[in-house]
């Protein structure tokens, strides 16, 4: 029995300022067990690891993009933080490649120690112009329901102002998941973003359906990011002025405690 399996949901955005915006559609997010990527305990047809196929996963799509396997670059992370307890066990909720094809706008690595207790989220984030910046935030509590912030520290959309700080709310993947996002400024309310998916069993037929169900899935994902733009540019949303700085940068966030909780 594999770690790894799929999750079929929704994404949905509500955008509150300064134009009233939103949307929501279908899509199927993998959970992959980084160890049995690597390892090749992942015995399927229609999924391979760093070469094509029907779905696939490949290490540059993630980390510093480099060659070196990214579960040695997130076990790094988690040691120079001294959450080296946290290695055991790292899974990673990401869309995979659709024949060759994929754009993640949001990865989320679970980190576990050797009695799976979830210990660290990291949130990866990418853009349209190549680049990527990861948010560490250690997990303090044993609640159901994760909620943790961070500074906003890098260009995203070019209708979002970088002044801004983010609030998270996760139900770690088991039999459902559910990542929700609150962007905000002074306590206004700018965006709300969230995936939420139920659990499948990992393997072909599974994963067969999923492209007979969604076959450009992974090409509408970044179809429709240019869609909302224009729909953002043409409801005369002001374009931010990009802000470039260096890649693959980690910031780390906090644990919201729980009198700073706020609806989401």
């Known amino acids: 029995m ?18 009233r915006h939103r949307f929501k559609y279908r899509v199927v997010s993998a959970l992959l067990d980084l160890d049995e990527l690597y390892s090749g305990t992942l015995k399927l047809r229609l999924f391979s690891v760093n070469k094509f196929n029907l779905f696939s996963w490949h290490s540059k799509d993630h980390g510093d993009g480099s060659k070196r396997p990214v579960s040695e670059q997130i076990r790094a992370l988690l040691a120079q933080g001294g959450l080296q307890q946290y290695q055991a066990q790292i899974k990673l909720l990401c869309y995979p490649r659709i ?8 990865s989320v690595y679970y980190c576990y120690d050797s009695a799976g207790k979830l210990g660290v989220i990291l949130y990866e984030v990418s853009n349209t112009f190549g680049e990527r910046h990861t948010y560490l935030i250690p997990v303090r509590d044993t609640d159901k329901i ?3 912030r961070a500074d906003k520290a890098f260009y995203v959309s070019p209708f979002m102002p970088m002044q801004a700080d983010y609030q998270f ?3 770690p993947p088991a039999e459902s998941v559910a990542v929700c996002i609150r962007q905000s ?19 072909d037929r599974a994963l067969f359906g999923v492209f007979i169900k969604y076959p450009l899935m992974t090409l509408k994902v970044i179809v429709g990011i240019h869609w909302e733009a224009l729909q953002l540019w043409r409801k005369g949303v002001r374009i931010q002025p990009r802000v470039t700085e260096k890649n693959n940068r980690i910031t780390l966030g906090s644990q919201i405690e729980a009198s700073q909780h706020e609806t989401l």
């Open 2 to 19: 594999i770690e790894s399996a799929l999750y079929a949901g929704n994404v949905m955005h509500h955008r509150f300022a300064p134009k």
């Open 99 to 106: 024949l060759g094809f994929v754009f993640n706008p949001l």
């Open 146 to 148: 994760v909620r943790q």
């Open 169 to 171: 709310r996760m139900q």
């Open 185 to 203: 400024l002074d306590s206004r309310s700018l965006l709300h973003a969230t995936f939420t998916g139920k659990r499948q069993e990992m393997n």
